[in-house]
């Protein structure tokens, strides 16, 4: 599957990157290269091979070393009102964006 000039500005547009010609054409090249590596791996076989959680656990067993969930901060309105300041837009105390889901 190749992707075509419409398709790559489109992603560009709802990715809000404005690229050149020059730039849509070597995306239009870097991204056909991806899904083809893609193709690739989708067409080595898998059949009875088993999910890893890690690639070292082909080799050797792995356990993952997850740390418990601590709280480390303590939360309040004007710590909240501090990080809001950042926001390009809030209400009610969330971040707002713009959509950018079709």
């Known amino acids: ?3 075509t000039d419409q398709e790559v500005v489109r992603i560009a547009r709802l990715a809000r990157l404005h690229l050149t010609e ?3 054409a070597q995306a239009k090249t870097d991204l056909n290269k991806i899904l083809g590596i893609i193709q690739t791996l989708q067409a080595v076989d898998t059949t009875g091979v088993e999910p890893l959680a890690h690639p070292l ?3 050797t067993e792995v356990s993952l070393r997850l740390r418990e969930d601590q709280v480390t901060e303590i939360s309040s309105v004007e ?3 501090a990080l809001m300041v950042n926001a390009p837009g809030s209400a009610q105390g969330l971040f707002l ?3 950018v889901l079709e």
Do not use: I, N, T
Request: aromatic share 0%; hydrophobic share 45%; no cysteine.
């Open 1 to 3: 599957m190749a992707l």
């Open 79 to 81: 710590r909240r009102e």
């Open 97 to 99: 964006v713009p959509k």
């Open 57 to 59: 656990s082909a080799v």
């Open 22 to 24: 020059a730039q849509q």
